[in-house]
């Protein structure tokens, strides 16, 4: 099974980093807000990263290190990697995923 760690933007334009093995589902929770308490009331969001693992223990283990570092270093992190549409919403994940994936 792949995991992925994923950054979201909030509308408050801070960063969310998470892991899931289903983006699309997980994304819709937070849309609804029952994902994390933190993005409850930060909506909407957008998908800037995704990077993914082989195990949940891996994933876990990326996600703590991304959450480790300065909000410059997670901004530095986003701008090197190339996803197709940073912008992504909630709502229009389901073609970034397929392009990203």
Known sequence: ???????LECADTSL???ITND???RLEE???GRGAKYTKHRCPLRVRY???RRTKGAALA???AIKALARSEKLAL???QSIPDHSASVTHLSAATNESG
């Open 30 to 32: 937070h849309r609804t």
């Open 1 to 7: 099974m792949k995991w992925i760690v994923y950054i």
């Open 16 to 18: 969310y980093t998470g």
């Open 50 to 52: 995704t990077e993914y």
């Open 23 to 25: 983006l699309e589902r």
């Open 62 to 64: 990326r996600e703590a």
């Open 78 to 80: 986003i701008a090197a």
